[in-house]
């Protein structure tokens, strides 16, 4: 919105010039995302706990969680007020990805919101049923990957996917890209909502793979860094970091609430919404594969849960003490806070890793 207001005016007030640098904007929208935190924090705490909205813990989970009961939740709603306003406020409102990862972000969001309004309104921990779930996040998944697969102006690369380390092994997808989008998205949605187990422990991860893609996203929107490291060029990718600055802000902002002892939780609304963003963020970079390592935390924590089950119901017996895997150190009689530092620890250095492969191809 500033970006349109005032940078035809640049000639006026030359000031009003530095507008049109992405890396200006993206600075400013980590500011104003941590500022409308901080504002609307506390504020939204208190509101949640006089409506009581509290967490619901299940019976089946780590007796040291029995506590966190009646902690408030869907704190997400905080994420993408704190993400949204400052996207709006600093991008490019003529670039068409800004609205796709919007649209993305915020449909999962309401998704989530509804999820977790059924478990508060029914006092349980079930919410909306899975295939009601599952089906409207397929299909929001399905209508991005069709924005993506439709889009004009003769991009070359729309249906083909980068591999990592390689620089000229682009497979064309063809029709298949549209699945492929989908289960990026999707399946990072689901993978960060199964980590948001331990106070803080997803949002840690989310704000390192989100400064990874950031980076990504300038390099593939700048021709000249591109070009240098024999990466696709996207026209207008690069103003996703304008949107990643609005998710690292509202993501700091949020951790300052949800580091423990969390003062609230963030609920489906705002991790199937974090997911979402970064599986959008990896399939319009055309960095889809990536994503895995990059969000190394999420893969490991989903596996874990798709190991626990099959080994459960094939032989009876449990690989893990209790899984998503974070549980399972706790029952190994790791501290919560132990268990989140570390995996943030690892999640630092997957993405350096990752990021490292912009370089090495």
């Known amino acids: 919105m500033l970006y349109l207001l005032l940078y035809p005016f640049r000639d006026v007030i030359t000031a ?36 009581q909205i509290g967490q619901t813990i299940r019976e089946e989970g780590p007796r040291s969680h029995f506590s966190k009961a009646g902690t408030p939740t869907m704190g997400g ?25 919007l649209f993305s972000t915020l449909g999962f969001g309401a998704i989530g919101f509804l999820d977790d309004y059924l478990k508060i309104s029914r006092h349980s921990s079930r919410g909306l049923r899975a295939p009601y779930k599952f089906g409207a996040q397929v299909l929001v998944g399905l209508l991005v990957a069709l924005a993506l697969y439709f889009q004009d102006g003769g991009f070359f690369i ?63 929107g700048h021709a000249g860094f591109a070009e240098y490291l024999n990466l696709p060029f996207i026209g207008g990718a690069g103003e996703l970091a304008v949107f990643a600055g609005s998710v690292i802000g509202a993501s700091l902002g949020f951790l300052w609430f949800n580091a423990y002892p969390a003062q609230m939780f963030m609920g489906d609304v705002g991790a199937l919404a974090l997911g979402a963003a970064l599986g959008t963020m990896a399939v319009i970079t055309k960095h ?6 990059i969000g190394g935390i999420f893969v ?38 132990k268990v989140v530092i570390r995996f943030w620890i690892v999640a630092i250095l997957l993405a350096l890793l990752s990021l490292s492969t912009l370089k090495l191809r």
């Open 158 to 220: 729309a249906t083909r996917v980068t591999i990592p380390f390689f620089k000229r092994v682009l497979p064309d997808l063809g029709w298949f890209y549209i699945p492929f989008v989908m289960l990026v998205i999707v399946g990072a949605s689901n993978a960060v909502n199964l980590t948001d187990g331990l106070d803080g422990l997803a949002i840690g991860p989310v704000i390192i793979a989100t400064v990874s893609y950031l980076i990504i996203a300038y390099a593939v």
């Open 300 to 337: 490991i924590e989903t596996v874990s849960v798709i190991v626990q089950v099959v080994s459960f119901q094939t032989t009876g017996k449990r690989v893990f003490r209790m899984a998503p895997i974070h549980h399972h150190f706790e029952q190994k009689g790791w501290e919560e806070n």
């Open 77 to 101: 709603l905080l994420i993408l007020i704190a993400l949204t306003l400052p996207t709006l406020l600093w991008a490019d409102l003529t670039n068409r990805y800004i609205w796709l990862i």
């Open 16 to 51: 009003f010039n530095v507008f049109r640098y992405i890396t200006f904007r993206t600075a400013y929208a980590i500011i104003t995302a941590l500022v409308i935190s901080f504002i609307v924090g506390p504020w939204l705490i208190a509101e949640l706990r006089r409506r």
């Open 288 to 293: 889809e594969l990536l994503l895995v390592v």
